[in-house]
């Protein structure tokens, strides 16, 4: 099967490879919303078996408020002692200036700072207006800049909003290219709520690539309705989209997008993305078994198909 696509869309006829990139980020979003207190071991642990399985980059952790989120209060912890590969890039989500100094004292390589398309939604999570949250960037970027270290930047709610309905493309597009200028190295476009279907991404990718090279754009889908798979393959072959979020076991979710279900399965992913074509250097059967792995902490049913078959 061939291992390249058509861009039909993004960049007329350029071609990809179909070599995907996988974002791990179970060990932040997967277990960021998890009733429970996870031991710092189990989390280590978690991160190392994923270290292990062949995907380019880990968010082990968050630097943000522990009270806003307590169940990884141990970020700091965890980087310090997990086992760091070579080839797999290690980043934690940061919101502040706080959370900058945080990530540099346990070397972190990349930060991921995280805003939204939706002004009540940002209200929400960080109690910020979509501006306010950018102005609060400004420092932080460039300080993460400055000591070397690569910068993610997330926008939620990029389709859907869990208090706002649609979210129109164009204002995705207006934040992703105010984050853009600041000097974030790659965008993330986040279906926080797992409403979005392939049209929507469509829709949303139109307006954005115009704006953006595609090889900085990564999405990521949560999969409430079940539809993540859809969109991912959608992004890839039409757009030549290749980073994805997802995360181990299809794990997390967000405390302020009431009733979503947590990321794309990561071994769903990967299986449906190898079987439409694509290259994949990431163990399926590896990711499962660190999903297990901590899954078995969690005392909840474990989320992906592919568990459910082996
Ligand atoms: P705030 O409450 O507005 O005000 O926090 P603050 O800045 O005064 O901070 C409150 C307290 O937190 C203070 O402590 C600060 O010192 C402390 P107190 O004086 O009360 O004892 N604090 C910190 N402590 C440690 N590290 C820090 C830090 N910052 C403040 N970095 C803030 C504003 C943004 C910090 C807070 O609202 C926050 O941390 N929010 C994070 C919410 C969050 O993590 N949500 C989930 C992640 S986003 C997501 O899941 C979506 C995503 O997956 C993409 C998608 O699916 O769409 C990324
Ligand atoms: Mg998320």
Redesign the pocket.
């Known amino acids: 099967m061939s291992s390249v696509v058509n861009d039909r869309k993004a960049g007329g006829d350029r071609l990809t490879t179909g070599l995907i990139r996988i974002i791990e980020v179970g060990p932040r979003?997967g277990l960021?919303n998890e009733p429970g207190i996870i031991p710092t071991e189990n989390k280590i642990a978690f991160v190392n078996a994923l270290s292990r399985t062949g995907v380019a980059e880990i968010e082990a952790g968050?630097?943000?408020?522990?009270?806003?989120?307590p169940q990884l209060a141990d970020s700091d912890e965890v980087f310090r002692k997990i086992e760091r590969m070579p080839h797999v890039v290690y980043s934690a989500?940061v919101?502040?200036e706080?959370?900058l100094e945080?990530a540099r004292a346990v070397a972190a390589q990349k930060i991921a700072v995280?805003t939204a398309a939706s002004e009540t939604f940002a209200q929400r999570?960080?109690?910020a207006t979509i501006r306010e949250s950018i102005d609060r960037f400004v420092p932080v970027i460039s300080g993460a800049k400055r000591d070397g270290m690569a910068v993610r930047g997330?926008i939620?709610?990029a389709i859907f909003c869990p208090y706002e309905g649609r979210i129109e493309p164009a204002r995705s597009a207006e934040v992703m290219k105010r984050l853009l200028d600041l000097g974030v190295d790659d965008i993330s476009l986040?279906d926080?709520i797992g409403k979005a279907s392939p049209a929507d991404v469509r829709a949303l990718l139109d307006t954005v690539l115009p704006h953006i090279a595609r090889e900085r754009v990564s999405l990521?889908f949560?999969d409430t309705y079940g539809m993540a798979v859809a969109n991912a393959l959608t992004a890839w072959k039409e757009y030549g989209i290749e980073t994805f979020d997802s995360s181990a076991g299809g794990l997390g979710g967000?405390?302020?997008a009431p009733g979503a279900s947590g990321n794309v399965a990561t071994e769903d992913l990967i299986v449906a993305l190898k079987a439409s074509g694509a290259t994949v250097p990431v163990d399926e059967e590896k990711v499962m078994a660190a999903g297990r792995q901590i899954g078995g902490t969690l005392n909840r049913p474990f989320a992906s198909r592919l568990s459910k078959i082996s």
Do not use: E
């Open positions: 979003d960021q968050s630097f943000v408020s522990p009270k806003a989120v989500l919101p502040n706080r959370g945080r995280f999570n960080i109690h997330y939620s709610t986040g926080t990521h949560h967000c405390p302020h």
